[in-house]
């Protein structure tokens, strides 16, 4: 049997009436960059306080790290980082009292150690005295994955790591991330970015508290079964409008020069197109790209919601 | 997940460098004290003295200049003007340039004589009731007092015409109302309540507001290890204040120690613990530091108004008293006052320190109720 680090079933969290995270089963194998992905107020961040402890959920049963992640949170709390969405760390503290003071929290035996190789590696020797708070974006970011990790955890939950990050502080990150993977380090991450998405291992698509898809992204695009045509040429707003609305067709979307036309149903896209092929507009149909898929999945969930 | 010693010295010093670089924070904390010293110690005065009043001597005798030299010696009045006409004392009251004004009648020194019991005339600008109260009372006795020195020879059997009863008052413990004995050392009640509670509910809700709350949680830290080790450093704090104060009250304002002091400092203890305990129950209910703020003056009012610091507790109407009653304010006053003042001991104290302990213990059962809740 293969173990997980994360392997949970049923996981149902409601606040009040409102069913915020829904029958959720997720497994995550070890080493595995997993990618959360989900529309605004989807349960993302539930799901991630859930599995670290932070909130209790109403139901739902498995292992985070071999343990019971209902009843040994306070064990599970000394393995697992968690990264806030937005930046919790002391921005009235410098960059290493913040860290001395999460590693005082988690008792590590050689405290001083642990500060100054974080330190070193995050590259904030010389900075170590200066207020976090007065650290930009991109260095509050990695600051705070450095406390993250200075407990040397075996998994870490990362909500929204990157948002309001630049491109290349971005792709450092996520250079990092992928170091520490191959390391052995199992990663949890939420995003909104696409290009993240496809750098993780696999994914989940989560929305209204649903759990509507998950596997390698190669998977995903399969399993959304959205059939995607390419046109380009003139005028392509005009064609836009016209197509927009025809049965079938459920997504029109511009990329620069060309239209990108994709519905569930290919024989009815196809039904619905024909008639514009004989334009002057070239037509190809070419594979579905993640963010189309996961629009396409929003909207039968919302479908399915209402 | 049990009480960690080093974990909640890891809470201690982060919440002392906070404290340190919070300039505003660690200003207000040293400010308020001094301010309030200041402002309560020297500028308010509820007996006071040295009230401008006006003369109205109709009837130029011995006797009228015996009695002007008496009030004036009395320091509660500052004869600043003499009238010519009643009219005049009349327009100076209403004016606002006299609090007192003093009528002499045309007949005083022949009825005197005579033993017809004259009248005297004093009135008042009563506007600010407790700026005339005392003075008032100096009036009364001077008359007689003053008077009967002058009824000597064959005046004298006179003097035995004045009351037959003498008002006799003595006034225990602050024989001379000085204001300050009263102000100083409640001023450390006063000032422990605002700060401490206002500090530990900012202190709290400021880990919230900031999100850093939710970090700190999802750590192996215990709930029960951040609310004490946030505690901690006020404590430290409100010993600096009572600490400021008592100096203040010994050297500054000739407060008397009559009592013990380190029993005062023991006590002390329970009130802060108290504070403290309003200050994280706030915290629990409060969603960002401005209703921390609104919500300590929101209990900060009554305690000043109803304890007894700024009116006489006894001259308040039943049910104010009552409400008096479970403000720890009001029994600490009485403690403070009871050690300096009156050199009360332990047994005498008692009295009112098992409600300061009974209102601790039902303020933080509400706290640590909330606290589990909003954890989740």
Redesign the interface.
Known sequence: METFAIDVRGVTKKFGTRTVVNDIAMQVRPGEIYGFLGPNGSGKTTFLRMLCGLLKPDAGSGNCLGLDFRRESSEIKKRVGYMTQKFSFYEDLTIEENLDFIARLYQMPSRQDAVQKSLERLGMVERRKQLAGTLSGGWKQRLALAACLIHEPQLLLLDEPTAGVDPKARRDFWEEIHKLAAEGLTFLITTHYMDEASRCHRLAYIAYGNLLAHGTVAEVVKAGGLTTWEVSGENLAVLADKIRSLPGVEQVVAFGTALHVSGRDAAKLQTAVGPFMAGAYRWTQIESGLEDVFISLMDSAKDNFS | ?SF?L??L??IV??EF??MR??RLTFGMMVGIPMIQLVLFGYAINSNPKHLPTAVYAADNSPFSRTLIWGLRNSSYFDIVREAHSPAEIENWLAENKVQFAVTIPVDFSRKLVRGEKPDLLLEADATDPAAVGSAQAAVAQLATTVINRDLTGPLAPLQSSAPPFNLVSHQHYNPENISQYNIVPGLMGVMLTMTMIMITGLAITRERE???M????????HPGEVIVGKIIPYIMVGYVQVTLVLLAAKFLFDVPFIGSVPLLVVLTFLFIVANLAVGITFSTIAKNQLQAVQMTFFFFLPSLLLSGYMFPFRGMPGWAQDLGECLPLTHFLRVVRGILLKGNGLTECAPDLWPIALFVVVMLFLGIKRYRQTL?
């Open positions: 997940m960690n080093q974990r010295f890891a010093l982060k460098i906070q670089r919070d900031r999100g850093t939710e970090n700190l949680l999802s750590t192996p830290v989740d």
